[in-house]
């Protein structure tokens, strides 16, 4: 498993933050998202056997929002 932290540019309230959480633990291998409008963050827990790293930050940025960061967290 691993833990990714993205940076996310555009999110304006807390629905923006719902909406991407929910694109996101759709896909199948995700195992976990957190999406904060707070801290313009969004935590995923995933495995990189099922799922590109890079297919989530399309997922993030599909609805007009922008990544404009991205850390490996560890679990």
Not at 4 to 12: A, E, L, Q, R, Y
Request: proline share 4%; charged share 30%.
């Amino acid at each position: 498993m691993k833990t990714t932290i993205f940076k996310i540019d555009g999110m304006n309230c807390d629905g923006c933050a719902e909406t991407i959480q929910s694109l996101i633990e759709k896909e199948p291998g995700v195992r976990m998202a957190s999406v904060s409008f707070a801290d313009q963050r969004a935590r995923v827990l995933f495995d990189p056997q099922s799922i590109r790293e890079d297919r989530l930050v399309n997922l993030i940025q599909k609805p007009g929002f922008r990544v404009v960061a991205r850390e490996t967290a560890g679990s």
